[in-house]
């Protein structure tokens, strides 16, 4: 379909729990990215890829791990879940001609922590 | 602060009328400007995108300005439909910020 999925769609989980959300494209884009969304304060990054090996903190990073040992696969954890990171995500990922071109949006992943 | 300002937060338009959305942006190190529509339950998908050295852009309906000197960019919706109705996010490509969203409803 879209070449960039995610995976849970939708999960619940409770407070301290470690928890990851999944992310994969299909096209061999060099950057992948994540994404929360929450009302009144749109998209925020979290994190980003340049490449396999290669990550860089965005503007909320806190409480969250990522890694990119493949190209085409993005992790995101929770190490340990919090309410405040309940939320929605959204992995993207770019053709690499300038960081921000061209992003392509997963379908997001609806977190609840309880 | 925030590097993307986003205004208004929602914006209600007849059915036909014009829609515009203005963003700010605070450094002059960004470059490239692309706005993102999101319906309702979807991901954002990227409608148009304009650079720093090009001063308009124009695809059908829709249209982005941008004035570097004052540092804004706006989107323009011509002839709106119903299914304009969503909410829209300008973006910069530095620091890789995105606005905070106008949620746009065009009533019939």
């Known amino acids: 379909d879209a070449g960039i999925t995610q995976s849970p769609r939708y999960k619940i989980t409770e407070t301290g729990r470690q928890v990851t959300l999944m992310c994969h494209q299909t096209w061999s884009h060099s950057y992948m990215f994540w994404y929360r969304q929450d009302l009144g304060h749109g998209l925020r990054l979290i994190y980003y890829?340049?490449?396999?090996?290669?990550?860089d903190k965005g503007e909320v990073p806190d409480g969250y791990v990522v890694s990119r040992s493949k190209t085409e696969n993005f992790p995101l954890t929770l190490e340990s879940a919090t309410r405040s990171q309940t939320s929605v995500y959204f992995c993207a990922s770019s053709d690499g001609q300038g960081a921000i071109y061209g992003y392509t949006f997963g379908s997001g992943t609806r977190l609840t922590v309880v | 602060g925030e590097n993307v300002e986003q205004h208004p937060s929602t914006l209600s338009v007849q059915e036909g009328d014009s829609a515009v959305i203005k963003c700010t942006y605070s450094d002059s190190a960004s470059n490239y400007f692309p706005w993102y529509k999101q319906e309702l339950g979807k991901r954002p998908q990227l409608i148009i995108d304009i650079r720093s050295n090009v001063g308009e852009k124009k695809d059908q309906r829709i249209a982005v300005t941008l004035n570097k000197t004052a540092k804004h960019f706006s989107l323009h919706i011509t002839e709106t439909q119903p299914e304009d109705s969503a909410v829209y996010f300008c973006?910069?490509?530095?620091?890789?910020?995105f606005g905070a969203g106008t949620t746009v409803t065009v009533r019939a």
């Open positions: 890829s340049a490449a396999a090996d290669i990550t």
């Open positions: 973006a910069s490509d530095y620091k890789l910020s």
